[in-house]
Structure formats: structure tokens, C-alpha cells
């Protein structure tokens, strides 16, 4: 799993490749936040796009990313979601929070 | 009904092994050639148990979890997952959407996950023994299997 982080004005652009499991999320949990926490951004992206494989593990990121956003006032928005991981997205609710 | 394949996979609850478990399965159910969603449906599901295990059952050390899967002549597949870990003190409470003990960044959905993912699932557990986790799902063969 890797994550290429770009910053294109106020908006940080985390773009996710790979699996995202238990064992991926803390790497992906820390480099996303250490960026949001320097540059403050109103908006953050998470693409999906190259992500392969998605558990809950990745929904608590999600989660979590989203509190962290609201917590700056800014806004979380998920992108280039597959109908595969779409699946356990819906499962888990997390569309009531925002529509995407 | 009679089995034609089946498998057992021993590995220690190291989180590396999440990915090596899922693809393991993935691979050895591959002969039924699964739709891509049939696929990833197992594969989540897998991953779930085998998340619980590291989390929660050997959440201070690290101990063995086993997995074992058969496949059926009518397509069925069932998957049990066992540790030897701290096991679970409320199963009903802890397979409800949203209850977590994992703190802030774990959902609380793996077993939703599961319930919705396969077809059925059962859940054994016993506090200092461990816990079960077996699961069954179904897929149509697209392919005449080779017994």
C-alpha cells in the first residue's frame, strides 16, 4: 500500500493504492495526518481509484479522517469509489454522514 | 454432500498475515471461478475474522490462528476461523453493528460485515479459550469442477 499526498490549493489530495486492511491503515492513518495537521486544509480528497481491496479497517479510516476534518472546520470528500468497495461503504453507513 | 477440495493454514496473528489469509482463500476457492463480487465478498469477510483474532483475541501477544475451508460438489464453501485467544464475553453484543472495543479508529462492523458478506455464520467463543468463527457461502459453478 502506498499513498502519494499532492497539496493543490486548500485541498490535500491523499491518493490511496493498494489494499487497505488493518495492517495497512495505521501507515496510511499517519501520513495523511501529519500533512492535514501542517497545512490545515479546508478540503481533504481520498482517492480510491487504486485501491484493490477494502475491509472495515478502512471504513475507521474513513471515520476517522472525517472527525479530524471536522475538527478543522474543513470537509472530507471521497472520490473514485469502485461499485466493489462501494459495497462495504453503504454497509457501514457512512454516506448519511455526507452525500458523495 | 460430498467435499471435493479442502485446506488448513496455521500462521501466527502478525498483521502482515491479514492479506496473506484473504488471498490464500481467495486463491484456493478460485476453482469454482467466483465473479469478482463473489471474490471480494470472501475476501472481506476473511479478513474480518482474521482482523478480530489480531485485535481483540491476541491483543497483547501474538498466538496461532487456524483456518480451515472446504468446498462442496453444489458450490458451497464454509470457512472456520479459530484462535486460542482471550475470547469474547458477549457475542450477541459484540456482533452488533457499531460495538467496538478497539478504540477510535476500528468501526465496530467486522461481524456485519460477515453477516452480510456470506450467506450464514456462527460464532463460538469462550473467555481464556477463544473463539470460532465459522462461515458458509454459496457460489453457483460457472465452471464443471474437476473432482
Redesign the interface.
Known sequence: MAVKIEKRSGCVIATLDG?I???T?KNI?ESIDSEVEKTKPKILKLDFNKVN?????G???I??RYKLMKLLNGDLELINVS??IG??MR??GIYKLKKY | MKIINEMRLVFPSKSLNESFARTTIASFISCLDPTISELADIKTAVSEAVTNSIVHAYKETVGSIYISSQIYENGKITIKIKDKGSGIEDVKKAMEPLFTTGGEERAGLGFAVMQSFMDKIKVISKIGKGTTVTMEKTIIPRVKLNK
Open positions: 489494499d486492511d488493518h495492517h491503515a492513518r481491496f477494502m475491509d472495515s479497517s471504513i475507521g479510516l471515520m476517522g461499485q466493489r459495497k462495504i454497509l457501514s
